[in-house]
Protein backbone atom coordinates (compact mmCIF):
# COMPACT_ATOMS: atom_id res chain seq x y z
CA UNK A 1 0.00 0.00 0.00
CA UNK A 2 1.18 3.61 -0.83
CA UNK A 3 0.92 6.14 1.60
CA UNK A 4 0.54 9.65 0.53
CA UNK A 5 2.35 12.08 2.77
CA UNK A 6 0.34 14.84 2.16
CA UNK A 7 -0.50 14.69 6.23
CA UNK A 8 3.14 15.56 6.97
CA UNK A 9 2.73 19.21 4.79
CA UNK A 10 -0.65 20.09 6.61
CA UNK A 11 1.02 19.29 9.82
CA UNK A 12 4.14 21.65 8.97
CA UNK A 13 6.68 18.15 9.44
CA UNK A 14 9.39 19.50 7.03
CA UNK A 15 13.14 19.88 7.70
CA UNK A 16 15.27 19.54 10.92
CA UNK A 17 13.02 20.88 13.69
CA UNK A 18 13.39 23.04 16.81
CA UNK A 19 13.32 20.86 20.15
CA UNK A 20 11.43 24.25 22.19
CA UNK A 21 8.37 25.75 21.67
CA UNK A 22 6.79 28.12 23.91
CA UNK A 23 3.56 28.65 21.64
CA UNK A 24 4.00 30.64 19.17
CA UNK A 25 7.90 30.68 19.13
CA UNK A 26 10.13 27.56 18.63
CA UNK A 27 14.71 27.46 19.42
CA UNK A 28 16.82 25.69 21.02
CA UNK A 29 20.15 24.70 20.80
CA UNK A 30 21.30 22.59 17.92
CA UNK A 31 24.46 21.36 19.25
CA UNK A 32 22.95 18.63 21.17
CA UNK A 33 22.25 16.25 18.15
CA UNK A 34 18.69 15.50 17.09
CA UNK A 35 16.64 12.43 17.46
CA UNK A 36 15.21 10.93 14.27
CA UNK A 37 11.81 9.42 14.11
CA UNK A 38 11.53 6.43 11.85
CA UNK A 39 7.95 5.09 11.33
CA UNK A 40 6.95 1.39 12.64
CA UNK A 41 4.51 1.02 9.68
CA UNK A 42 7.31 1.03 6.37
CA UNK A 43 10.30 1.42 8.79
CA UNK A 44 11.18 5.54 6.58
CA UNK A 45 12.34 8.34 8.59
CA UNK A 46 9.32 10.40 8.85
CA UNK A 47 11.61 13.80 10.62
CA UNK A 48 14.42 14.86 12.55
CA UNK A 49 14.07 17.11 15.44
CA UNK A 50 16.87 18.76 17.45
CA UNK A 51 17.65 17.94 20.89
CA UNK A 52 17.18 20.62 23.60
CA UNK A 53 20.02 20.42 26.00
CA UNK A 54 19.83 21.11 29.95
CA UNK A 55 20.03 25.45 29.27
CA UNK A 56 17.32 25.00 27.16
CA UNK A 57 15.16 23.27 29.70
CA UNK A 58 16.29 26.36 31.97
CA UNK A 59 15.38 28.71 29.72
CA UNK A 60 11.83 27.00 28.86
CA UNK A 61 10.61 27.16 32.41
CA UNK A 62 12.08 30.46 33.15
CA UNK A 63 9.26 31.78 30.06
CA UNK A 64 6.74 29.37 31.57
CA UNK A 65 7.34 31.37 34.91
CA UNK A 66 6.87 34.61 33.79
CA UNK A 67 3.37 33.46 31.56
CA UNK A 68 2.58 31.80 35.21
CA UNK A 69 2.43 35.62 36.17
CA UNK A 70 0.10 36.91 33.35
CA UNK A 71 -1.73 33.94 32.77
CA UNK A 72 -3.04 33.17 36.58
CA UNK A 73 -4.51 36.62 36.14
CA UNK A 74 -7.30 36.24 33.38
CA UNK A 75 -10.44 35.03 34.66
CA UNK A 76 -10.98 30.87 34.34
CA UNK A 77 -14.25 31.67 31.82
CA UNK A 78 -11.81 33.40 29.74
CA UNK A 79 -8.90 30.73 29.60
CA UNK A 80 -11.84 28.15 28.59
CA UNK A 81 -12.70 30.44 25.77
CA UNK A 82 -9.08 29.71 24.32
CA UNK A 83 -9.26 26.33 25.20
CA UNK A 84 -12.33 26.12 22.98
CA UNK A 85 -10.59 27.76 20.08
CA UNK A 86 -7.85 24.70 20.51
CA UNK A 87 -10.46 22.33 20.23
CA UNK A 88 -11.81 23.90 17.35
CA UNK A 89 -8.37 23.77 15.80
CA UNK A 90 -8.42 19.98 16.48
CA UNK A 91 -11.47 19.53 14.82
CA UNK A 92 -9.41 21.18 11.70
CA UNK A 93 -6.89 19.10 11.95
CA UNK A 94 -8.18 16.03 13.01
CA UNK A 95 -7.36 13.90 9.84
CA UNK A 96 -3.87 14.75 9.13
CA UNK A 97 -2.82 14.67 13.39
CA UNK A 98 -5.09 11.58 13.24
CA UNK A 99 -2.90 10.04 10.60
CA UNK A 100 0.29 11.32 11.70
CA UNK A 101 -0.05 9.70 15.55
CA UNK A 102 -1.28 6.33 13.25
CA UNK A 103 2.25 6.69 11.15
CA UNK A 104 4.45 7.45 14.32
CA UNK A 105 3.22 4.72 16.68
CA UNK A 106 1.99 2.94 14.49
CA UNK A 107 -1.47 2.25 15.73
CA UNK A 108 -4.69 2.00 13.52
CA UNK A 109 -5.64 5.30 11.70
CA UNK A 110 -9.14 4.67 13.30
CA UNK A 111 -7.39 4.98 16.99
CA UNK A 112 -5.41 7.44 15.67
CA UNK A 113 -8.30 9.23 14.83
CA UNK A 114 -10.20 8.46 17.97
CA UNK A 115 -6.75 10.33 20.05
CA UNK A 116 -7.26 13.14 18.35
CA UNK A 117 -11.31 13.00 19.17
CA UNK A 118 -10.56 12.56 22.83
CA UNK A 119 -8.31 15.64 22.86
CA UNK A 120 -11.48 17.60 21.07
CA UNK A 121 -13.21 16.23 23.83
CA UNK A 122 -11.40 16.85 26.54
CA UNK A 123 -11.46 20.38 25.23
CA UNK A 124 -14.57 20.77 25.52
CA UNK A 125 -14.99 19.04 28.66
CA UNK A 126 -12.27 21.70 29.90
CA UNK A 127 -14.46 24.52 28.35
CA UNK A 128 -17.39 23.70 31.03
CA UNK A 129 -15.14 22.99 33.97
CA UNK A 130 -13.63 26.71 33.37
CA UNK A 131 -17.22 27.80 34.88
CA UNK A 132 -17.10 24.81 37.38
CA UNK A 133 -13.80 24.93 39.61
CA UNK A 134 -16.12 24.83 42.51
CA UNK A 135 -15.07 25.32 46.06
CA UNK A 136 -17.56 24.11 49.41
CA UNK A 137 -19.02 26.93 51.73
CA UNK A 138 -18.68 25.92 55.80
CA UNK A 139 -20.33 26.89 58.62
CA UNK A 140 -17.90 28.35 60.84
CA UNK A 141 -18.55 27.45 64.70
CA UNK A 142 -17.59 31.39 65.78
CA UNK A 143 -20.77 33.80 65.33
CA UNK A 144 -19.89 36.41 62.64
CA UNK A 145 -17.45 34.12 60.93
CA UNK A 146 -17.79 33.20 57.36
CA UNK A 147 -15.13 30.19 56.23
CA UNK A 148 -14.96 28.59 52.54
CA UNK A 149 -12.49 26.96 50.46
CA UNK A 150 -11.39 28.64 46.78
CA UNK A 151 -9.12 26.85 44.20
CA UNK A 152 -5.76 28.51 42.67
CA UNK A 153 -3.40 27.34 40.32
CA UNK A 154 -0.25 25.57 40.86
CA UNK A 155 2.07 27.15 38.86
CA UNK A 156 4.40 25.13 36.25
CA UNK A 157 3.32 21.40 35.84
CA UNK A 158 5.63 19.30 34.04
CA UNK A 159 4.21 16.51 32.02
CA UNK A 160 6.03 13.72 30.83
CA UNK A 161 3.93 11.35 28.33
CA UNK A 162 4.40 8.06 27.06
CA UNK A 163 5.16 6.91 23.25
CA UNK A 164 1.75 5.10 23.05
CA UNK A 165 -0.49 7.92 23.49
CA UNK A 166 1.70 10.76 21.90
CA UNK A 167 -1.09 13.62 21.59
CA UNK A 168 -3.94 12.48 24.23
CA UNK A 169 -2.26 12.81 27.66
CA UNK A 170 -0.67 16.24 26.71
CA UNK A 171 -4.01 17.60 26.32
CA UNK A 172 -5.77 15.65 28.91
CA UNK A 173 -3.11 17.69 31.36
CA UNK A 174 -2.34 20.52 29.70
CA UNK A 175 -5.81 21.47 28.53
CA UNK A 176 -7.41 21.45 32.04
CA UNK A 177 -4.12 22.64 33.88
CA UNK A 178 -4.77 25.41 30.75
CA UNK A 179 -8.22 26.51 32.71
CA UNK A 180 -7.25 26.65 36.01
CA UNK A 181 -5.25 28.86 35.17
CA UNK A 182 -1.29 26.69 35.30
CA UNK A 183 1.14 27.02 32.49
CA UNK A 184 3.02 23.45 31.22
CA UNK A 185 5.80 21.87 29.66
CA UNK A 186 5.37 18.97 27.89
CA UNK A 187 8.40 16.64 27.97
CA UNK A 188 6.85 13.88 25.13
CA UNK A 189 8.40 10.51 24.18
CA UNK A 190 11.78 10.51 22.58
CA UNK A 191 9.96 7.72 20.36
CA UNK A 192 6.87 10.12 18.99
CA UNK A 193 8.27 13.59 19.08
CA UNK A 194 6.85 14.81 15.88
CA UNK A 195 3.28 13.99 16.84
CA UNK A 196 4.08 16.56 19.40
CA UNK A 197 5.48 19.16 17.51
CA UNK A 198 2.38 18.48 14.87
CA UNK A 199 0.08 19.54 18.01
CA UNK A 200 2.36 23.02 18.65
CA UNK A 201 2.09 23.79 14.65
CA UNK A 202 -1.44 23.15 15.27
CA UNK A 203 -2.36 25.32 18.26
CA UNK A 204 0.18 28.19 17.20
CA UNK A 205 -2.22 30.49 15.25
CA UNK A 206 -5.38 30.19 18.31
CA UNK A 207 -2.39 31.37 21.12
CA UNK A 208 -1.35 34.16 18.83
CA UNK A 209 -4.22 35.47 17.85
CA UNK A 210 -5.54 35.40 21.75
CA UNK A 211 -2.12 36.91 22.93
CA UNK A 212 -1.77 34.15 25.02
CA UNK A 213 1.57 34.33 27.28
CA UNK A 214 4.27 33.01 25.51
CA UNK A 215 5.24 29.38 28.01
CA UNK A 216 1.86 28.62 29.07
CA UNK A 217 1.96 25.85 27.07
CA UNK A 218 5.51 25.03 26.27
CA UNK A 219 7.21 21.82 25.15
CA UNK A 220 10.82 20.50 24.86
CA UNK A 221 11.66 17.57 23.04
CA UNK A 222 15.33 16.11 25.09
CA UNK A 223 17.11 13.41 26.56
CA UNK A 224 16.05 12.05 29.80
CA UNK A 225 19.69 13.26 31.48
CA UNK A 226 19.27 16.84 29.57
CA UNK A 227 15.48 17.32 30.36
CA UNK A 228 13.52 14.62 32.22
CA UNK A 229 15.75 14.31 35.34
CA UNK A 230 16.29 18.41 35.39
CA UNK A 231 12.16 18.62 35.62
CA UNK A 232 11.82 15.97 38.53
CA UNK A 233 14.49 17.50 40.55
CA UNK A 234 13.30 21.15 39.56
CA UNK A 235 11.38 23.06 43.03
CA UNK A 236 10.17 25.72 40.21
CA UNK A 237 7.70 22.69 38.86
CA UNK A 238 5.34 22.19 41.65
CA UNK A 239 3.89 19.14 39.92
CA UNK A 240 4.91 16.66 37.79
CA UNK A 241 2.39 14.08 36.10
CA UNK A 242 4.30 11.55 34.52
CA UNK A 243 2.63 8.64 32.69
CA UNK A 244 4.99 6.19 31.38
CA UNK A 245 6.05 2.44 32.97
CA UNK A 246 6.30 1.72 36.52
CA UNK A 247 9.85 1.89 36.49
CA UNK A 248 9.95 5.30 35.26
CA UNK A 249 7.21 6.13 37.95
CA UNK A 250 9.22 4.94 40.67
CA UNK A 251 11.91 7.14 40.09
CA UNK A 252 9.65 10.10 39.52
CA UNK A 253 7.86 9.60 42.75
CA UNK A 254 11.01 9.23 44.46
CA UNK A 255 13.08 12.70 42.85
CA UNK A 256 10.12 14.64 42.94
CA UNK A 257 8.90 13.18 46.63
CA UNK A 258 12.59 14.31 47.99
CA UNK A 259 11.53 17.34 47.19
CA UNK A 260 8.46 17.16 48.64
CA UNK A 261 6.91 18.43 44.85
CA UNK A 262 3.99 16.47 43.85
CA UNK A 263 3.51 13.66 41.22
CA UNK A 264 0.12 12.57 39.12
CA UNK A 265 1.55 8.94 38.01
CA UNK A 266 -0.16 7.09 35.58
CA UNK A 267 1.97 3.93 35.09
CA UNK A 268 2.07 0.92 33.68
CA UNK A 269 -1.05 -1.77 34.20
CA UNK A 270 -1.76 -5.89 34.47
CA UNK A 271 -5.53 -5.56 33.33
CA UNK A 272 -7.87 -8.91 34.05
CA UNK A 273 -11.09 -10.25 32.29
CA UNK A 274 -12.91 -12.35 34.19
CA UNK A 275 -15.39 -14.45 32.22
CA UNK A 276 -17.49 -16.36 34.75
CA UNK A 277 -19.91 -19.65 34.14
CA UNK A 278 -22.57 -16.95 33.42
CA UNK A 279 -20.99 -14.68 30.67
CA UNK A 280 -22.56 -14.24 27.78
CA UNK A 281 -19.41 -15.43 25.25
CA UNK A 282 -21.25 -13.28 21.66
CA UNK A 283 -20.45 -9.97 24.47
CA UNK A 284 -17.00 -10.75 25.76
CA UNK A 285 -15.45 -11.85 22.63
CA UNK A 286 -14.51 -8.75 20.34
CA UNK A 287 -14.00 -7.18 23.84
CA UNK A 288 -11.54 -9.33 25.18
CA UNK A 289 -9.99 -9.35 21.50
CA UNK A 290 -10.21 -5.88 21.10
CA UNK A 291 -8.76 -5.82 24.36
CA UNK A 292 -5.94 -7.99 23.65
CA UNK A 293 -4.63 -6.80 20.55
CA UNK A 294 -5.97 -3.31 19.74
CA UNK A 295 -2.93 -0.97 19.49
CA UNK A 296 -0.93 -4.06 19.12
CA UNK A 297 -1.22 -5.06 22.80
CA UNK A 298 0.45 -1.45 23.42
CA UNK A 299 -2.40 0.25 25.54
CA UNK A 300 -2.18 0.69 29.10
CA UNK A 301 -5.59 -0.74 29.54
CA UNK A 302 -4.63 -3.78 26.89
CA UNK A 303 -6.25 -7.11 28.54
CA UNK A 304 -3.35 -8.97 29.06
CA UNK A 305 -4.79 -11.35 31.34
CA UNK A 306 -8.33 -13.70 30.79
CA UNK A 307 -9.52 -15.56 33.95
CA UNK A 308 -11.98 -18.12 32.55
CA UNK A 309 -14.37 -20.19 34.75
CA UNK A 310 -12.94 -23.65 34.52
CA UNK A 311 -16.85 -25.09 33.10
CA UNK A 312 -16.59 -22.95 29.66
CA UNK A 313 -12.44 -22.98 29.17
CA UNK A 314 -12.40 -25.08 26.30
CA UNK A 315 -15.45 -23.53 24.36
CA UNK A 316 -13.18 -20.25 25.47
CA UNK A 317 -9.91 -21.62 24.02
CA UNK A 318 -11.68 -22.30 20.92
CA UNK A 319 -13.04 -19.49 20.00
CA UNK A 320 -9.89 -17.18 20.94
CA UNK A 321 -8.05 -19.40 18.37
CA UNK A 322 -10.50 -19.26 16.15
CA UNK A 323 -10.58 -14.99 16.64
CA UNK A 324 -6.72 -14.50 16.38
CA UNK A 325 -7.02 -16.93 13.55
CA UNK A 326 -8.70 -14.68 11.80
CA UNK A 327 -6.95 -11.33 12.77
CA UNK A 328 -5.68 -9.05 9.07
CA UNK A 329 -2.27 -8.15 10.43
CA UNK A 330 -0.37 -5.18 8.24
CA UNK A 331 -0.22 -1.50 7.67
CA UNK A 332 -2.66 0.40 10.39
CA UNK A 333 -3.24 3.00 7.56
CA UNK A 334 -5.09 0.54 5.42
CA UNK A 335 -8.82 0.01 7.78
CA UNK A 336 -9.20 -3.93 6.50
CA UNK A 337 -6.54 -4.53 9.38
CA UNK A 338 -6.91 -5.67 12.96
CA UNK A 339 -3.53 -5.43 13.94
CA UNK A 340 -0.30 -2.77 13.37
CA UNK A 341 3.06 -2.97 14.05
CA UNK A 342 4.74 -2.89 17.44
CA UNK A 343 6.74 0.47 18.02
CA UNK A 344 10.13 -0.88 17.37
CA UNK A 345 12.47 -3.84 16.62
CA UNK A 346 12.94 -3.58 20.67
CA UNK A 347 9.52 -4.23 21.66
CA UNK A 348 9.90 -7.03 19.39
CA UNK A 349 12.52 -8.54 21.36
CA UNK A 350 10.92 -7.90 24.47
CA UNK A 351 7.95 -10.12 23.14
CA UNK A 352 9.99 -13.25 22.19
CA UNK A 353 12.20 -12.61 25.24
CA UNK A 354 8.61 -12.66 27.48
CA UNK A 355 7.46 -15.80 25.09
CA UNK A 356 10.74 -17.61 26.05
CA UNK A 357 10.45 -16.75 29.85
CA UNK A 358 6.71 -18.28 29.51
CA UNK A 359 7.48 -21.20 28.43
CA UNK A 360 10.64 -21.86 30.25
CA UNK A 361 8.09 -20.88 33.70
CA UNK A 362 5.61 -24.26 32.40
CA UNK A 363 3.45 -21.78 30.02
CA UNK A 364 1.89 -23.00 26.62
CA UNK A 365 2.41 -21.09 23.77
CA UNK A 366 -1.35 -22.17 21.46
CA UNK A 367 -1.24 -19.37 19.03
CA UNK A 368 1.02 -16.88 17.12
CA UNK A 369 3.91 -15.21 18.79
CA UNK A 370 6.34 -15.17 15.76
CA UNK A 371 7.97 -12.08 13.75
CA UNK A 372 6.42 -11.90 10.49
CA UNK A 373 8.37 -11.88 7.20
CA UNK A 374 7.76 -9.18 4.49
CA UNK A 375 7.37 -5.99 6.54
CA UNK A 376 10.58 -3.35 6.02
CA UNK A 377 10.59 -2.25 9.59
CA UNK A 378 10.50 -5.61 11.28
CA UNK A 379 8.23 -4.73 13.51
CA UNK A 380 4.96 -6.81 13.20
CA UNK A 381 4.38 -9.80 15.23
CA UNK A 382 1.43 -12.43 15.09
CA UNK A 383 -0.67 -11.78 18.48
CA UNK A 384 0.23 -14.48 21.06
CA UNK A 385 -2.04 -16.43 23.52
CA UNK A 386 0.09 -18.49 25.99
CA UNK A 387 -1.96 -20.85 28.90
CA UNK A 388 -0.20 -19.95 31.92
CA UNK A 389 -0.69 -19.48 36.21
CA UNK A 390 -0.93 -16.55 38.06
CA UNK A 391 2.19 -17.21 40.00
CA UNK A 392 4.20 -17.31 36.82
CA UNK A 393 7.00 -14.53 37.19
CA UNK A 394 6.25 -13.07 33.35
CA UNK A 395 2.43 -12.64 34.56
CA UNK A 396 3.11 -10.76 37.01
CA UNK A 397 4.77 -8.16 34.81
CA UNK A 398 3.50 -6.18 32.06
CA UNK A 399 4.91 -6.94 28.61
CA UNK A 400 4.10 -4.23 26.45
CA UNK A 401 3.34 -6.55 23.28
CA UNK A 402 -0.04 -8.45 22.37
CA UNK A 403 0.49 -11.59 24.69
CA UNK A 404 -2.89 -12.96 26.11
CA UNK A 405 -2.90 -15.31 28.85
CA UNK A 406 -5.36 -17.46 29.65
CA UNK A 407 -5.76 -18.21 33.26
CA UNK A 408 -8.43 -20.90 34.66
CA UNK A 409 -10.21 -21.08 37.57
CA UNK A 410 -12.09 -23.16 39.50
CA UNK A 411 -15.04 -22.22 42.56
CA UNK A 412 -17.02 -18.50 43.00
CA UNK A 413 -16.56 -15.70 41.32
CA UNK A 414 -14.54 -14.64 44.47
CA UNK A 415 -12.30 -17.10 43.64
CA UNK A 416 -11.13 -15.46 40.41
CA UNK A 417 -11.35 -11.66 41.50
CA UNK A 418 -8.47 -13.31 44.18
CA UNK A 419 -6.69 -13.99 40.69
CA UNK A 420 -7.50 -11.00 39.05
CA UNK A 421 -6.04 -8.77 42.18
CA UNK A 422 -2.97 -10.87 42.99
CA UNK A 423 -0.55 -8.65 40.98
CA UNK A 424 0.95 -5.97 41.79
CA UNK A 425 -0.96 -3.42 39.24
CA UNK A 426 -4.05 -2.07 39.44
CA UNK A 427 -5.36 -0.21 36.84
CA UNK A 428 -8.03 -1.48 34.82
CA UNK A 429 -10.27 -4.66 35.29
CA UNK A 430 -13.53 -6.16 33.50
CA UNK A 431 -15.90 -8.97 34.52
CA UNK A 432 -18.32 -10.65 32.18
CA UNK A 433 -21.30 -11.72 33.74
CA UNK A 434 -25.44 -12.12 33.33
CA UNK A 435 -25.44 -12.42 37.40
CA UNK A 436 -26.42 -9.30 38.95
CA UNK A 437 -24.56 -11.03 42.05
CA UNK A 438 -21.59 -11.40 40.88
CA UNK A 439 -21.31 -8.05 38.82
CA UNK A 440 -21.83 -6.62 42.55
CA UNK A 441 -19.59 -9.05 44.03
CA UNK A 442 -16.85 -7.58 41.22
CA UNK A 443 -17.93 -3.92 42.60
CA UNK A 444 -17.82 -4.02 46.01
CA UNK A 445 -15.24 -3.02 48.36
CA UNK A 446 -13.92 -6.45 48.50
CA UNK A 447 -14.05 -7.34 44.78
CA UNK A 448 -11.57 -5.34 41.90
CA UNK A 449 -8.70 -3.13 43.23
CA UNK A 450 -8.12 -1.37 40.54
CA UNK A 451 -9.30 2.48 39.20
CA UNK A 452 -11.25 1.15 36.77
CA UNK A 453 -13.58 -2.00 36.87
CA UNK A 454 -15.94 -2.44 34.55
CA UNK A 455 -19.06 -4.93 33.45
CA UNK A 456 -20.09 -6.39 30.59
CA UNK A 457 -17.42 -3.94 28.59
CA UNK A 458 -13.39 -4.87 28.04
CA UNK A 459 -10.91 -3.11 29.84
CA UNK A 460 -9.88 -0.96 27.23
CA UNK A 461 -10.79 2.26 25.57
CA UNK A 462 -12.10 4.68 28.30
CA UNK A 463 -14.20 8.06 27.95
CA UNK A 464 -12.63 10.96 28.95
CA UNK A 465 -15.82 11.99 31.16
CA UNK A 466 -14.22 9.84 33.89
CA UNK A 467 -11.04 9.93 36.34
CA UNK A 468 -8.83 7.88 34.67
CA UNK A 469 -5.87 6.07 36.47
CA UNK A 470 -5.18 2.84 38.71
CA UNK A 471 -3.84 1.89 42.36
CA UNK A 472 -0.80 0.16 43.39
CA UNK A 473 1.99 0.21 40.99
CA UNK A 474 0.18 1.96 38.80
CA UNK A 475 0.06 4.75 40.88
CA UNK A 476 -2.47 6.32 41.96
CA UNK A 477 -3.12 9.21 39.99
CA UNK A 478 -5.82 10.19 38.37
CA UNK A 479 -6.67 12.30 35.37
CA UNK A 480 -8.96 13.35 32.49
CA UNK A 481 -12.84 13.83 33.66
CA UNK A 482 -14.82 13.59 37.29
CA UNK A 483 -12.98 15.78 39.29
CA UNK A 484 -9.18 15.08 38.45
CA UNK A 485 -8.44 18.82 37.95
CA UNK A 486 -8.56 19.69 41.27
CA UNK A 487 -4.88 17.71 41.28
CA UNK A 488 -3.41 20.99 39.11
CA UNK A 489 -4.88 23.18 41.85
CA UNK A 490 -4.17 24.21 45.29
CA UNK A 491 -6.86 24.71 48.06
CA UNK A 492 -7.12 27.46 50.10
CA UNK A 493 -9.59 27.47 53.04
CA UNK A 494 -10.47 30.66 54.24
CA UNK A 495 -12.29 32.08 57.36
CA UNK A 496 -13.42 35.89 57.44
CA UNK A 497 -14.32 37.07 60.68
CA UNK A 498 -17.33 40.18 60.33
CA UNK A 499 -18.01 40.54 64.48
CA UNK A 500 -15.98 42.68 66.14
CA UNK A 501 -14.52 40.29 68.69
CA UNK A 502 -11.56 37.80 68.15
CA UNK A 503 -13.25 34.57 69.01
CA UNK A 504 -10.64 31.61 69.12
CA UNK A 505 -11.58 28.20 67.49
CA UNK A 506 -12.42 25.42 70.12
CA UNK A 507 -13.31 28.20 72.74
CA UNK A 508 -10.00 28.60 73.64
CA UNK A 509 -9.48 31.40 75.88
CA UNK A 510 -5.99 34.20 75.28
CA UNK A 511 -7.17 37.55 77.43
CA UNK A 512 -4.60 39.82 76.92
P1 LIG B 1 8.66 4.83 29.55
O1 LIG B 1 8.53 4.72 31.02
O2 LIG B 1 9.79 4.15 28.89
O3 LIG B 1 8.74 6.38 29.12
C1 LIG B 1 7.70 7.29 29.40
C2 LIG B 1 8.24 8.69 29.44
O4 LIG B 1 9.08 8.83 30.59
C3 LIG B 1 9.12 9.07 28.24
O5 LIG B 1 8.81 10.40 27.87
C4 LIG B 1 10.52 8.98 28.81
O6 LIG B 1 11.45 9.82 28.17
C5 LIG B 1 10.28 9.47 30.23
N1 LIG B 1 11.30 9.08 31.22
C6 LIG B 1 11.88 7.88 31.38
N2 LIG B 1 12.74 7.93 32.43
C7 LIG B 1 12.68 9.18 32.94
C8 LIG B 1 13.35 9.85 34.01
N3 LIG B 1 14.24 9.23 34.78
N4 LIG B 1 13.06 11.14 34.23
C9 LIG B 1 12.13 11.79 33.47
N5 LIG B 1 11.49 11.21 32.43
C10 LIG B 1 11.76 9.92 32.17
O7 LIG B 1 7.26 4.31 28.93
P2 LIG B 1 6.87 4.08 27.42
O8 LIG B 1 7.57 2.87 26.90
O9 LIG B 1 6.98 5.35 26.64
O10 LIG B 1 5.29 3.78 27.56
C11 LIG B 1 4.77 2.54 27.92
C12 LIG B 1 4.41 2.50 29.39
O11 LIG B 1 3.54 3.57 29.74
C13 LIG B 1 3.63 1.25 29.75
O12 LIG B 1 4.08 0.77 31.00
C14 LIG B 1 2.19 1.72 29.84
O13 LIG B 1 1.36 0.91 30.62
C15 LIG B 1 2.39 3.08 30.43
N6 LIG B 1 1.24 3.96 30.17
C16 LIG B 1 0.40 4.24 31.21
C17 LIG B 1 -0.72 5.02 30.99
C18 LIG B 1 -1.68 5.33 32.10
O14 LIG B 1 -2.47 6.25 31.94
N7 LIG B 1 -1.66 4.62 33.22
C19 LIG B 1 -0.97 5.55 29.71
C20 LIG B 1 -0.08 5.26 28.69
C21 LIG B 1 1.02 4.47 28.93
Redesign the pocket.
Known sequence: MTISMDFLDKLGIRGDMDAVHTGTKSSGSRKHGVFESYSPVDGKLIGKIYKASKSDYDAVVKTSQQAFVEWRKIPAPQRGEIVRQIGNKLREYKEPLGKLVSYEMGKSLQEGLGEVQEMIDIADFAVGLARQLYGLTMHSERPSHRMYEQWHPLGVVGI??????PVA?WSWNSLIAMVCGDVSIW?????TPLSAVACFHIIKDVLAANKVPEGTLAMIVGD?AEV??P??ADDRVPLVS????????K??AE?VGKRLGRSLL????NNAIILTENANLQLAAPGVVFGAVGTCG???TTTRRLIVHSSIYDKVKEMLLKAFGGLRIGSPLDEKNHVGPLIDKDAVKMMQAALMAAKDQGGKVIFGGEILDGFESGCYVRPAIVEAKNSMAVVQE?T?APILYLLKYDGSVEDAIKVQNDVKQG?SSSIFTDSLRQAEAFLAASGSDCGIANVNIGTSGAEIGGA???EKE??GGR?SGSDSWKAYMRRQTNTINYSTHLPLAQGIKFDI
Open positions: ISAFNFVKPSEKVGEMLATGSCRMGRVVELGGQRCEFLFGGTGE
